[in-house]
């Protein structure tokens, strides 16, 4: 479930929602990165800077989830991605797993405006992810049919793991992926139960 066997055109026709999301990420990190592209200004004008949010500009709720702020934090989240992301968008269908992904990223920023101060800077896709999570706790409660008990026993680890390293890694932003876990698992506990 968590390994992958595909090539690479079989891994973006099965997973188009993933590979749009990596593809995202890949680009927003050359231009963000590479001497040639003015990369202050995108960083500008993308990252969720919860003044301007306040002042209006919404769309920082939504971008950041697309930027990184170097190799290595866009690789791990990236690889997050391609690891956790196959299997849910497998089985909740490409559309919707869109919408989970977005809406968790988005709730976890809205957490990140609410609950921290207005001077602070927030940038990554951890709090989608940590949505994504959430989401594989809600199968595993509510439908865990569509999960071996293998898989269920690793993504649980996993998820406690993440969450517990939450608060011992610096620069982490622990509202972020609080809030994102606890609205994929709400996602899920909405729309999942009524499916059963």
Known sequence: MFTRTESFQEFIRYYPVVSVIVSIHII???????????????????????????????????????????????LFNSFSLVLF?????RILGSLRFAWVYLITGISANVATLLLEPVT???????????????????????????????NRQLITTIA?????????QPNINVIS???????????GALTLKKRT
Do not use: C
Request: charged content about 10%; overall charge neutral.
């Open 28 to 74: 927003l990190y050359l231009l963000t990165s590479l001497p040639i592209f003015p990369n202050s200004t995108i960083m500008e004008q993308l990252s969720g800077i919860n003044l301007y949010i306040w002042q209006g500009e919404l769309w920082r709720l939504i971008t950041p989830l697309f930027l990184h702020s170097g190799f290595s934090h866009v």
């Open 85 to 89: 992301g196959p299997a849910l968008e």
């Open 120 to 150: 602070y800077i927030h940038l990554g896709a951890s709090g989608a992810i940590f949505g994504l999570f959430g989401m594989y706790i809600s199968l595993n409660v509510f439908r865990k049919h569509l999960l071996s008990k293998d």
């Open 160 to 168: 406690v793991i993440s969450i517990i390293m939450t608060f011992f």
């Open 177 to 187: 992926h609080l809030f994102g876990f606890l609205s994929g698992f709400l996602i």
